[in-house]
């Protein structure tokens, strides 16, 4: 074996080797972040349909649904489910380098596979590190090309994540590993188009149960291409284009994880905080003529949708969100985004005093600038780097035990003191069972 695909293995078998302070404390952060997303997020209702249907197929009961009552579902199930509930809500951690939503592609499937085989967190910690890392080389390798052709990048590229920590977790040789990465290479599925409706976070529970297939499968015995990155008419060259450059790993791109600290989508962030930033200064609604948002022209792909009509479109749309920050309202809070305050005629009012503008080819993908003309002709400025914005661990915790809030007393402060000792858990299994609304 040779070529990309070898070189992404044997790289990430390094990184989840040696994980150093730093890296570990970002794996917790993402697992403490994302426990709270998939216990809110099972009450969406793409969530609660699925699960329906999960339920009804029926299947050998050996892993936890995240916020659920107790219910149990197949190993290949669960990872599905609490991917797709980790997602619903579009509050998930972000990694701006290969533009995929890494934590709820990556870790649920490896709980399921834990509480199935009984191990413990500190084995899902380290193949959670393999599996972000592998992740994290073939997203630089390619670059933004399968994002801009609108590949969601977190369904296609989200497979392989999670084809490479479930092979790690279940000790797959390197051919075996190869041929995982090939399966799930076959499965990769996700279209930007769907960006507003249910169809968004099922990309990350098929990339969750597809990296689970694979690794599955792999293990045993069936057959794939073990080149699948580089292959003609492989995963790289029907992405994008095969790069002229090697793999290059320099150092753990877990350390550059971003999260969300508003609970729509991420390209709408920086006008939330510029715009909260000119409210520190005295900025009222009242006294706003018009608002001018000047951002990279991968937006207009990605969370422009001008005139949203429902709670899941509004989170897409920079002039709708822009407005909500206008008015104070807690983006924060996911609850906020629902069919009836995205029609709500004061917001709708203010969302059309907001236009959206593309900054020239060499405008930072990441940076967001807001001019805003007053009633009386002057303006207010503002901007917002997001890839600026670091880890706040109070913060974290706060939006946590809010989105966690519906567990029984104590028990999402439990469930946090656990996450924060993952290494020590050994049965993953216990720790699940604190995601459960039941005393």
Not at 74 to 80: G, I, K, L, T
Request: include cysteine; charged fraction near 20%.
């Amino acid at each position: 074996m040779t070529g990309a695909t070898l070189q992404v293995i044997r790289l990430s078998r390094d990184a989840a080797a040696s994980v150093p302070p730093q890296t570990a404390a970002m794996v917790r952060r993402c697992i403490l972040d994302w426990f709270g997303l998939a216990i809110a997020g099972a009450d969406e209702p793409v969530s609660r349909t699925l699960r329906a249907l999960a339920l009804a197929e029926g299947g050998r009961a050996t892993a936890t649904v995240m916020g659920g009552r107790g219910q149990s579902v197949s190993v290949r199930q669960a990872a599905f489910l609490n991917a797709v509930a980790g997602h619903a809500l579009d509050y998930d951690d972000v990694s701006l380098a290969m533009h995929v939503h890494p934590t709820t592609v990556i870790l649920p499937p490896l709980l399921a596979l834990a509480e199935e085989r009984g191990l413990g967190g500190g084995a899902v910690m380290a193949a959670f590190v393999a599996g972000y890392e592998a992740a994290g080389m073939i997203g630089c390798w390619l670059g933004a090309g399968p994002y801009d052709r609108g590949f969601h990048m977190t369904g296609t590229l989200g497979a392989l994540g999670a084809a490479a920590a479930c092979a790690h977790l279940l000790g797959l040789d390197e051919e075996a590993t190869a041929r995982a990465y090939g399966l799930a290479a076959s499965q990769a599925a996700g279209l930007k188009a769907q960006f507003g409706t249910m169809a968004k976070p099922i990309h990350a529970g098929r990339a969750a149960e597809a990296g689970l297939c694979a690794a599955l499968w792999a293990e045993a015995g069936i057959s794939s291409r073990i080149d699948i990155l580089e292959a003609p008419q492989g995963y790289a060259a029907t992405q994008s284009a095969i790069p002229a450059g090697p793999i290059i790993w320099d150092g753990h791109e877990l350390n550059r994880n971003s999260f969300k600290y508003h609970a729509s989508c991420f390209g709408t962030h920086g006008a939330i905080e510029a715009i909260a930033a000119l409210r520190a200064q005295g900025l009222e609604p009242t006294d706003v003529r018009q608002v001018r948002l000047t951002v990279d022209a991968g937006a207009d792909r990605m969370c422009n949708i001008a005139a949203p009509a429902t709670g899941t479109e509004a989170k897409f749309s920079l002039r709708f969100v822009a407005a909500l920050a206008l008015s104070g309202a807690d983006t924060g809070r996911p609850g906020l985004f629902t069919d009836a305050v995205t029609a709500r005629p004061g917001l709708v009012a203010l969302r059309d005093r907001v236009t959206v503008a593309f900054g020239p080819r060499d405008w930072p993908a990441d940076l967001t600038a807001v001019e805003v003309t007053l009633a009386d002709g002057s303006r207010r400025e503002a901007r917002c780097d997001t890839s600026l914005i670091g880890a706040d661990d109070d913060r974290l915790r706060a939006k946590f035990l809010h989105l966690a809030g519906t567990l029984p007393d104590g028990q999402a402060h439990r469930l946090a003191d656990q996450v924060a000792g993952i290494e020590a858990v050994t049965d993953v299994r216990a720790l699940c069972r604190l995601a459960l609304r039941v005393g």
